[in-house]
């Protein structure tokens, strides 16, 4: 029987519903983008922006909860998934490119964030950097890898404003402050993409103890103007055996040293 005092408030999650690897996308539609590519899943909980669903993937048990848009909503879904015994977080997204070599459909795999974004600094000082987790990098690389896609590692920045926060114009052509040379000092500074969650994420996984990566599609260049939702679900599938991969390192950690646990991210 579950005790109800630990259902969680906005997820409506309980100890047992969710796998302690977590696949994060935001659209509540993109559940069925990744389950999709599992082996089994089963719908635990539905509730506001969040859907959770919780299955097997080859043969690692995995979890996917939507967070919605931004991060104070992707802060909520890490706190209360992590309540109930999530342990790793994969943000599997779109995103805007801001390099010319990054292509649409190509993948971006966040190495570590620029915190735009206002949630995370109410838990931590500014300086405190939002750092995905080595392991998870490593996972999402070699799955990359294996499956063909194309991708790019570097530093995202998340913002709280898809519109004036990335130097879109507002309503009747607004221009924030800035805006006119943000794109041009993100790329000065090696920043590779920009969305909305991934600073949140990576703080608070570090804060906590547990550990957090991304990988989104490009859905857009910001320099050559493309724009096309195409590759929605290579994100799904790369993160879905990251997962895997970080599952298997898990259970041959237990009986072999270091060396060898790195070495499986290539089988």
């Not at 857009?220 to 390192?249: D, I, Q, Y």
Request: hydrophobic content about 40%; aromatic content about 6%.
């Amino acid at each position: 029987m579950v005790d109800e005092s630990e259902r969680q408030y906005h997820l409506e999650v309980a100890p047992g519903d969710v796998a302690e690897t977590v696949l994060l996308p935001g659209d509540p539609d993109r559940v069925d983008v990744v389950t999709d590519r599992w082996d089994d899943a089963e719908t635990v909980a539905t509730h506001r922006e969040y859907r959770t669903a919780t299955g097997t993937y080859e043969d690692a048990p995995l979890s996917v909860t939507s967070t919605g848009i931004g991060s104070p909503s992707a802060a909520i879904a890490v706190e209360e998934l992590a309540r109930v015994g999530a342990e790793t977080f994969l943000r599997v997204g779109s995103c805007g490119a801001i390099h010319p070599e990054i292509s649409v459909g190509d993948l971006v795999i966040t190495t570590g964030a620029v915190r735009g974004e206002g949630t995370s600094k109410e838990y931590v000082r500014p300086e405190y950097p939002a750092v995905a987790d080595h392991a998870v990098v490593s996972a999402l690389v070699a799955a990359a890898e294996r499956l063909g896609y194309d991708y790019h590692c570097g530093i995202t920045l998340s913002t709280d404003s898809f519109y004036a926060g990335q130097a879109r114009p507002g309503f009747e052509g607004f221009e924030a402050p800035g805006s006119g040379s943000l794109l041009d000092d993100l790329r000065a500074a090696n920043v590779k993409n920009i969305e909305m969650e991934a600073s949140a994420v990576l703080t608070l996984a570090n804060l906590y103890g547990l550990r957090a990566g991304e990988v989104c599609t490009a859905f857009a260049n910001r320099t050559t103007g493309e724009f096309r939702t195409e590759g929605e679900g290579r994100a799904a599938e790369v993160g879905s055996l990251a997962a895997a991969l970080l599952h298997r390192m898990g259970e041959r950690r237990e009986t072999a040293d270091a060396g060898a646990w790195h070495a499986d991210l290539s089988l």
